[in-house]
Nanobody, 123 residues
Framework: VQLQASGGGLVQAGGSRRLSCAASGLTFSSYAMGWFRQAPGKEREFVAGISWSGHSTDYADSVKGRFTISRDNAKNTVYLQMNSLKPEDTAVYYC?????????????????WGRGTQVTVSS
């Protein structure tokens, strides 16, 4: 299984960025997908999750109303649209897949992880 995240980079506060994660080696539509992030010196934290169909989503309180997770099962890809970015959003963002159909938020429930993509928000 491979999860290849892309789209990270440097962005100014208030700006937007879209992350993509291309999955291979698994039946993508049978997996819940999620995004986590890890800032320097901090634990990895849940950002957003989406069910297999895309009909159910969940978000960390810190990103609600600013981030949107979506998926395209025909392209085996999950996205994270990030708007109104803040310096505290600076982190390595990880794409993850869990072998369940519903939205999952616990890190331990996910089975596969990508390498991550760095997002840096300047003030």
């Amino acid at each position: 299984v491979q999860l290849q995240a892309s789209g990270g980079g440097l962005v100014q506060a208030g700006g937007s960025r879209r992350l993509s994660c291309a999955a291979s080696g698994l039946t993508f539509s049978s997996y819940a997908m999620g995004w986590f992030r890890q800032a320097p010196g901090k634990e990895r934290e849940f950002v957003a999750g989406i069910s297999w169909s895309g009909h159910s989503t969940d978000y960390a309180d810190s990103v609600k109303g600013r981030f949107t997770i979506s998926r395209d099962n025909a392209k085996n890809t999950v996205y994270l649209q990030m708007n109104s970015l803040k310096p505290e959003d600076t982190a390595v963002y990880y794409c993850t897949a869990g072998s369940t159909l519903v939205v999952i938020t616990r890190i331990s429930d996910y089975d596969y992880w990508g390498r991550g993509t760095q997002v840096t928000v300047s003030s």
